[in-house]
T-cell receptor
Framework: QKEVEQDPGPLSVPEGAIVSLNCTYS??????FMWYRQYSRKGPELLMY????GNKEDGRFTAQVDKSSKYISLFIRDSQPSDSATYLC????????????FGKGTHLIIQP | GAVVSQHPSRVICKSGTSVKIECRSL??????MFWYRQFPKKSLMLMAT?????????EQGVEKDKFLINHASLTLSTLTVTSAHPEDSSFYIC?????????????FGAGSRLTVL
């Protein structure tokens, strides 16, 4: 079993729809959870960052972490064609200088 | 915000040659930089952690002698792919952590696409 599982998609939804992206993980030591957006042929950019369980909202984006279920989600409200990209979940254990463990990424397509 | 510049963005080389990729933090100091490799439709795989002034820490399965990492200053890390072969063709991405900000926020470069003929 891989450490982080993420459905690669593609996920295609109409403009204005609510999008739900998810990751599951197996390592209970993960404490820091992030969502990155990556456009084609570009590096990832940080969208959301959460520590431990709970919700975090930033504009149209909401990140949820359920550590008991080892499940994290990213919701996008009022989706726009410009949201079309690959969304990668990432997580790490401690606060030290160690790298992130990424999901495979979900390719999201917002249809105009 | 923090910006990480990666150069070159694309490089094509012949098999057997060496290629150097630079990763620079433009407006912050980065004691730690990370090098990732990404295959099409695959996740980012951490290759190594680059520490300023010390040797890089490589992930299991990554050849140290093939992927040379040098972190000579607080704003520059380089990855050299030595004696490149077609199987080394990939998208290489660096990331850096601003030492003055929270340790968990990484800024990524735009990536370097290497094609080995």
């Amino acid at each position: 079993q891989k450490e982080v599982e993420q459905d690669p998609g593609p996920l295609s939804v109409p403009e204005g729809a609510i999008v739900s992206l998810n990751c599951t993980y197996s390592n209970s030591a993960f404490q820091y959870f992030m969502w990155y957006r990556q456009y084609s042929r570009k590096g990832p950019e940080l969208l959301m960052y959460t520590y431990s369980s709970g919700n975090k909202e930033d504009g149209r984006f909401t990140a949820q972490v359920d550590k008991s279920s080892k499940y994290i989600s990213l919701f996008i409200r009022d989706s726009q064609p410009s949201d079309s990209a690959t969304y990668l979940c990432a997580m790490k254990t401690g606060g030290g200088a160690d790298g992130l463990t990424f999901g495979k990424g979900t390719h999201l397509i917002i249809q105009p | 915000g923090a910006v990480v510049s990666q150069h070159p963005s694309r490089v094509i080389c012949k098999s057997g040659t060496s290629v150097k990729i630079e990763c620079r933090s433009l407006d912050f100091q980065a004691t730690t930089m990370f090098w990732y490799r990404q295959f099409p439709k695959k996740s980012l795989m951490l290759m190594a952690t680059s520490n300023e002034g010390s040797k890089a820490t490589y992930e299991q399965g990554v050849e140290k002698d093939k992927f040379l990492i040098n972190h000579a200053s607080l704003t520059l890390s380089t990855l050299t792919v030595t004696s490149a072969h077609p199987e080394d063709s990939s998208f290489y991405i660096c990331s850096a952590r601003d030492r003055t900000v929270g340790a968990n926020v990484l800024t990524f470069g735009a990536g370097s696409r290497l094609t080995v003929l």
